[in-house]
């Protein structure tokens, strides 16, 4: 119980630590921000309770092919506020962007068996 409580608790100090330094400054936050820190820890997470490495490969290969279709939410949403839609429908907006890259990435690999998900 102690480990999980631990994972919780770096886990979260990351994510207010990116939000009151995004207050500070939109630079330094985003750069925290794109530091794949969740995806560190997470493989450390994963290790540690596991000890198996190849099930840690195949996780950061699988979050690198979906890092890509993720990228859709931060060129729609900036652009949708940019065009004036307000923060939550442009958010969903972002948000319905990566389900469908996902969507597509996932159909391209279903369709071309590339076995890009271990």
Same mark, same amino acid.
């Given at each position: 119980?102690? +480990?999980?409580?631990?994972?919780? @608790?770096?886990? *979260?100090? %990351? ?13 330094a936050? #985003? ?5 794949? &820190? ?14 198996? #490495?190849?099930?840690? #490969?195949?996780?950061?290969?699988? %979050?690198?092919? @979906? +890092? ?6 931060f060129?729609?949403?900036? *652009? ?14 972002? %948000?319905?962007?990566?389900? #469908?890259?996902?969507g ?9 068996? &590339?076995?890009?998900?271990?």
């Open positions: 119980m102690l +480990v999980l409580l631990t994972k919780v @608790l770096v886990t *979260a100090v %990351i994510v207010v630590a990116i939000s009151e330094l995004g207050k500070r400054s939109s630079l936050g #985003a750069l925290l921000a794109s530091l794949p &820190l969740t995806s560190l820890l997470a493989l450390v997470w994963l290790y540690r309770d596991t000890g198996d #490495a190849q099930q840690a #490969a195949q996780l950061a290969r699988g %979050i690198f092919w @979906l +890092v890509l279709p993720s990228l859709a939410f060129a729609v949403f900036p *652009a949708a506020v940019k065009a004036g839609v307000a923060f939550w429908p442009a958010m969903g907006a972002g %948000i319905a962007a990566t389900l #469908a890259a996902y597509a990435l996932l159909g391209v690999d279903r369709v071309l068996q &590339l076995r890009l998900f271990g």
